[in-house]
């Protein structure tokens, strides 16, 4: 179930940058939605990468001992 969390998150992070391109290159950087897009990928990314420190930290995710 976590993983599958981890996963979602990492499309809508994808989807955010996606969208901010489109943004930039539709408005030319003349409205405020490429910044907004920023915004929302640094904390969907930021909010990943705590969840991922919580779930090692708890257990919930192991790391692979072997190379």
């Not at 930039?24 to 405020?32: A, S």
């Not at 939605?33 to 919930?60: K, P």
């Amino acid at each position: 179930m976590l993983k599958v969390v981890i996963v979602v998150m990492l499309i809508a992070v994808l989807i955010s940058l996606f969208t901010g391109l489109v943004f930039l290159i539709r408005d030319g950087g003349r409205t405020n939605r490429v910044v907004n897009s920023l915004a929302v990928r640094v904390g969907l990314s930021l909010a990943l990468i705590a969840l991922i420190v919580v779930a090692l930290w708890h257990g919930d995710l192991t790391l692979n001992p072997t190379p």
